[in-house]
């Protein structure tokens, strides 16, 4: 008892070395805290891999171990386990593997020199899907209205499966009042209908883990009066008890649970879940409730239609007995179970952290709580208790350890284990020896702002061993102790109950222990409340007019506001007719469906204020016509709360003459510096009468207002009373101010100006000073005014200044001028680049290195270097003289470059080449020069090709060498080939020649043949670019005989051509003697002389007949051409002879044509009709044609 009450003491006393979740900062030493592990049940996929999580801290960095089913688990001896680098995590490769060979119970340790610590037991399981076990699955026959009960008995899997049924068209089968799943998958029919007739009731199993679903075989159920049922029937069915009544009603009675009690066991903090299904008809109702009590609201539910009652978060109070009613009009029945609950162990107060200082006394708790009462076991890094080597200055009681007079090395961890029968808890509670001076762990002059009459706390968070002892201050002078309105916490936190304006200031936190001190500021801004001062009114509007509704808010200056419109405590409608303005929400055209509540909600980061106001839309009454017009000018204005930097303007509005006011413009007249000039200051939204104004020093201020409408701005009101400002020092400084050198040994400093509105008072000056960069010396200054630039002479040749500008004038200096970088004159560089080196890539590009000048010597900005280059001569022997034509070429490479390229250079030359550094001055001094020399490459093309004495089957080409051998050159290549009339090619002949030849003849060429000559010139790398010429051999002065198409010579084309327009002649002349009357004298020829191969042509046949007047109303028939519709070449050879120089064919004076038709026959008897008849007029031009 005399131990007990001790204890007690001591807990009292030492209650301020406990402090909630302790953290140690990671940089100073600490045993192992497990910060990540399993659940303690783990289910794993066999087709994944298996992740045990193990993470820890500590300082030094714990190493991990583990062990399975209670001994040693060596992971490096198995290759399909590998532990994360710098962790405990596990990752086990299961494929491939039989995973249940990895089944078991795991435990992680994490250990480093101050201690162990270790994980919960975590009991690894693989997930299975087991297939249903075979069975016989007989038919049912069941009278109408009897109960049924379908068995599902689901294989047995890990994690259970989820149960449903369904039909043959995985349509979930329905449920209802009547039917129902049961908690273990069977499904249950209160009373069977005829519709519950059906061969496809079919349980699936769902397994979670592994996704797959099992299906058992289908239940067929038929439902039948007992009437149509014969022995025979009942037999074959199956069919053992049938109602003597069927399908008549009867009273409710429980399918489950069975008899009139049962009972049922949940663990603390569990589901509870009841169920109770009953039998009947009509079907019953279920109600439930509990004896001796009342069922608690809150984590109550009820589920399937009330047959389930579920109790979340199970507690000791729901232990107890609960009945569940079956009703129906017949009766009722009821149904008791008896329920008990048990607990698995449950924190009261875990084991925390103890950091102790060397000599000071701790004390771990373990305090527990179950049903059955857990046993609490101790253990230190791991090990039993009991079997840890003794410790005179540990003593243990129960649920209780308590170190007395630590030292400097004990740092441990302690390990709480308790267990029942339900299951265990195990905490790990480091102990930490350490002396440590104070240190604050909250950042310093941390800002923090509250709304006046708001709570605030102000953070001291600290570490030290000893733990320290916080005091605080205002002020840095005003010791603050706990009492209202202050209140300092255990840890350290300061809190002010109720925030005022007076509260606002600097916070100091001390903490302090033997060791030392630590103090640290933090700030602490109270602000105005954020209030709405004029609330939005209730609004009565008219169809199609506007409606304006008003929220002016107060808040704290330094806060920035955000006003939100919400219409029914939603958005507003995307639609251009809102309109939100900065204090007002103006609807225009309000519509039926505008009509709602609007609210304002004023927020800042710290608080928020709302106000609300319903609209209503009522019908337009008829109006007369409305003129718009420009509003009339404000009137009485009047200036309010006058201080010396700003006023406030209000005034009258003037008639808007129906048009709304959109907004307000405030000028500004300066009499004292810009008299009768009125200067644009602000615009207010036209819902405003009144305008804060700031204002300018040293300034005669007088205003006017504006009003806007749609139609146009009012005329300006009458000119406020005037207002001036006191003069005052400079607000600005002079911008854009610059400093460079113009030339060697100077600088010139140069501003932009203040305008006399920005001067604030009268003596404008500005104070120039300047100093060398990075040189110890005082600042150089002049006072100027009325100039916009200082000249500074005597400077070193381009080195840095410091410059500044400050703006002044007789009543003071303006703000701090900031600092700027200028430079002093620049000069031209003084040394050249060292160590020249040209590197030939080929014979046209080269690259140039080079060491950059001494930063010194370049005596300004570097903008580059450049490389001056020239072709001194070619190193042929034959152009071992000056190039006096080749000029420099020059290369810029910008910035601090050391190497560039070198393009375009002629092949075998010699090259001189020098390099100069540029500055924003000029050029420096040239680099001494530095000759290359470029290799052979490939010639340029001979210089001419030409073609001499072309014979029948030879000629003779004459070339000239390239103009740029570009190397030694080593002969000549000539390709040559005949072009045909096709523009083809022919085959190519190539022949080679020595360079001294520049001449040669080509024989046994083919006469009158086109030839091309392509002619090139080498060097050792190669041929060059060609020469090309095409000309052509001799033709042969006797042709050899060949057939020449006639058809297509010129001359008989334009003969055929003539021919034809005479006869076309020839025809016009017969058409108008045929009109005037009488026959033609071809008829009387052809009556005098009858030639029997010549028939007169009938008009049956297309042939010719007596050309008389009678005839005049029938066409004229002209002879046909044959059938292709061409006329071949032998026929007009032959119709030339027979009919331009035969002398049968005559032509009259009139033109007609006369004589015998039959001097010439027809050859060829093949051609048809053509040879057979006459040639009239029209068949000669059609011959020709």
Not at 192 to 220: G, M, W
Not at 639 to 654: K, M
Request: charged share 20%; glycine share 6%.
């Amino acid at each position: 008892m005399d131990f007990q009450l001790s204890i007690g003491a001591l807990l009292m006393t030492l209650l301020s070395h406990m402090t909630s979740a302790l953290e140690v900062p990671l940089d100073l030493p600490q045993p192992p805290t497990i910060t990540l592990q399993s659940p303690k049940d783990y289910i794993f996929d066999p087709r994944e891999n298996i992740v045990i999580h193990c993470e820890a801290k500590g300082k030094p960095h714990p190493s991990f171990s583990w062990t399975r089913n209670g001994t040693h688990f060596d992971v490096e001896k198995d290759s399909k386990v590998l532990m994360k680098p710098g962790s405990g995590t596990l990752v086990i490769d299961i494929s491939g593997e039989k995973a249940e060979a990895y089944e078991g119970t795991y435990q992680c340790t994490a250990h480093n020199d101050h201690g162990t610590a270790v994980s919960n037991n975590i009991v690894i399981r693989q997930s299975r899907s087991p297939l249903w076990s075979k069975e016989r699955i007989e038919a049912i026959t069941v009278q109408l209205g009897i109960s049924l009960v379908l068995q599902c008995r689901p294989p047995a899997g890990l994690p259970p499966p989820v149960i449903f049924w369904m039909d043959n068209n995985f349509q979930k089968l329905p449920l209802d009042k009547r039917v129902s799943q049961a908690l273990n998958g069977d499904l249950y029919f209160s009373n069977v209908l005829a519709e519950d007739t059906r061969n496809d009731y079919i349980c699936y199993a769902r397994f979670p883990h592994t996704q797959t679903i099992q299906q058992k075989q289908p239940i067929s159920v038929t439902v039948q009066e007992i009437d149509t049922m014969n022995e025979t029937v009942a037999a074959l069915y199956n069919v053992t008890t049938f109602s003597a009544n069927p399908a008549r009603e009867q009273g409710p009675g429980f399918l489950t649970p069975l008899g009139a009690t049962s009972t049922k066991m949940v663990l603390r903090g569990e589901t509870l879940q009841l169920e109770c299904i009953a039998e009947g008809l009509p079907t019953p109702d279920m109600s439930w409730q509990k004896d001796g009590g009342e069922l608690p609201t809150s984590r109550v539910s009820f589920l399937n239609y009330k047959k389930t009652l579920k109790i979340s978060d199970v507690g000791e109070a729901d232990a107890g007995d609960y009945t569940c009613t079956a009703t129906n009009r017949l009766g009722t029945a009821d149904h008791v179970i008896k329920v008990t609950v048990k607990a698995a162990p449950f924190w009261i107060s875990a084991p925390r952290n103890l950091i102790l200082a060397p000599n000071e006394t701790g004390i771990l708790t373990c305090r527990v709580s179950g049903d059955p009462k857990p046993e609490i076991r101790w253990f230190v890094n791991g090990i039993l208790l009991e079997n840890a080597p003794e410790d005179h200055t540990r003593k243990v009681d129960d649920d209780t350890v308590i170190l007395s007079n630590v030292q400097s090395g004990s740092s441990a961890v302690y390990q709480c284990n308790a267990s029942n029968e339900f299951g265990y808890l195990i905490a790990n509670a480091f102990v930490n020896v350490l002396a440590e001076p104070p240190r604050v762990l909250t950042p310093p002059n941390q800002v923090y702002r509250v709304i006046t009459n708001s709570p605030s706390l102000l953070d001291c968070a600290t570490f030290g061993s000893p733990i320290p002892t916080i005091t605080w201050f205002k002020d840095g002078k005003i010791s603050i102790k706990s009492g209202d309105p202050y209140v300092i916490h255990e840890n350290g936190t300061l809190e002010i109950n109720v925030a005022q304006s007076q509260n606002s200031g600097k916070y100091t936190c001390i903490a302090t222990n033997n060791l030392g001190i630590k103090e640290n500021h933090v700030f602490l801004e109270v602000k105005e409340p954020t209030r709405i001062l004029k609330q939005p009114e209730y609004k009565v509007v008219q169809r199609g007019m506007s409606a304006v509704f008003e929220c002016k808010v107060k808040h704290d200056p330094s806060l920035v506001p955000t006003m939100t419109w919400l219409k029914n405590n939603g958005e507003l409608p995307d639609d251009e007719r809102f309109e939100v303005d900065t204090d007002s929400l103006v609807i225009k055209d309000v519509m039926d469906e505008d009509e709602g509540t609007y609210t304002c909600i004023m927020n800042t980061s710290l608080d928020q204020d709302s106000a609300s106001a319903m609209l209503t839309v009522v019908e337009a009454t008829p109006t007369p016509a409305i003129v718009y017009e420009k509003p009339d000018p404000a009137t009485d204005l009047e200036l309010t709360d006058q201080t010396e930097r700003s006023v406030q303007l209000t005034w009258i509005p003037g008639d808007e003459h129906n048009s709304p006011t959109q907004k307000f413009l405030i000028q500004y007249e300066d009499l004292l510096h810009q008299p009768s000039v009125w200067v644009n200051m602000t615009e207010v939204p036209g819902t405003s009468t009144t305008a804060h104004l700031n204002l300018s020093p040293f300034i005669y201020y007088s205003f006017r207002v504006l009003a806007k409408n749609q139609v146009g701005y009012s005329q300006p009101s009458q000119a406020s009373r005037q207002y001036r400002t006191n003069p005052a020092a400079p607000d600005d400084n002079p911008s854009d101010v610059h400093g460079e050198g113009t030339e060697p040994g100077n600088l010139v400093i140069s501003w932009r100006s203040l305008t006399g509105f920005q001067s604030n008072g009268p003596g404008l000056e500005y104070k120039v000073l300047w100093r060398q960069k990075d040189v110890d010396q005082e600042w150089s200054s002049t006072t100027v005014a009325n100039v916009t630039q200082v000249v500074v002479t005597g400077t070193p040749i381009f080195v840095p200044y410091e410059i500044k500008v400050q703006s002044l004038n007789d009543y003071g200096s303006g703000p701090e001028a900031e600092v700027i970088i200028g430079y002093s004159g620049e000069d031209l560089p003084t040394s050249a680049p060292d160590d020249v080196l040209v590197l030939v890539h080929n014979s046209t590009l080269a690259e140039v290195h080079w060491e950059p000048v001494s930063a010194h010597s370049i005596r300004g900005k570097l903008k580059g270097y450049k490389v001056y280059y020239r072709r001194e001569r070619g190193l042929h022997k034959t152009e071992e003289e000056a190039d006096q034509e080749s000029q420099d070429q020059v290369l810029t490479f910008s910035g601090n470059s050391t190497e560039g390229s070198l393009p375009g250079l002629q092949p075998y030359s010699l090259y001189n080449l020098f390099i100069r550094v540029l500055n924003s001055k000029g050029e420096g001094p040239p680099s001494p020069d530095k000759q290359f020399e470029t290799p052979e490459g490939v010639p340029g093309p001979p210089s001419f090709l030409n073609v001499l004495n072309p014979s029948l089957d030879s000629l003779t080409l004459e070339w000239g060498p390239p103009l740029n051998n570009n190397g030694r050159l080593i002969g000549y290549t000539l390709k040559y080939q005949p072009v045909n009339n096709t523009v083809e090619m022919g085959p190519v002949k190539m022949m080679e020649f020595p360079v001294n030849e520049t001449t040669v003849t080509l024989d046994n060429l083919n006469s009158s043949v086109l030839y091309k000559f392509d002619l090139s010139a080498k060097t050792i790398k190669g041929a060059g670019a060609n020469t090309t010429r095409e000309a052509s051999t001799v033709m042969e002065t006797t042709v050899p005989s060949r057939h020449v198409d006639i058809a297509t010579q010129g001359w008989f084309i334009g003969l055929m051509c003539a021919i034809a327009l005479l006869i076309l002649v020839l025809l016009i002349v017969c058409f108008i003697k045929r009109n005037k009357g009488g026959k033609y004298p071809v008829k009387e020829k052809e009556e005098a002389h009858q030639d029997p191969e010549i028939q007169p042509m009938k008009e049956d046949d297309g042939t010719f007949g007596e050309y008389s007047d009678t005839e005049d109303h029938k066409p004229l028939k002209g002879s046909r051409t044959p059938s292709n519709g061409t006329v071949r070449r032998d026929e007009s050879d032959d119709s030339l002879v027979d009919y331009g120089e035969g002398g049968d064919g005559q032509f009259n004076e009139d033109g007609s044509f006369i004589g015998q038709y039959s001097g010439k026959k027809e050859k060829d008897t093949h051609e048809g009709n053509e040879s057979s008849e006459a040639p009239s007029p029209v068949n000669a031009m059609n011959s020709f044609v």
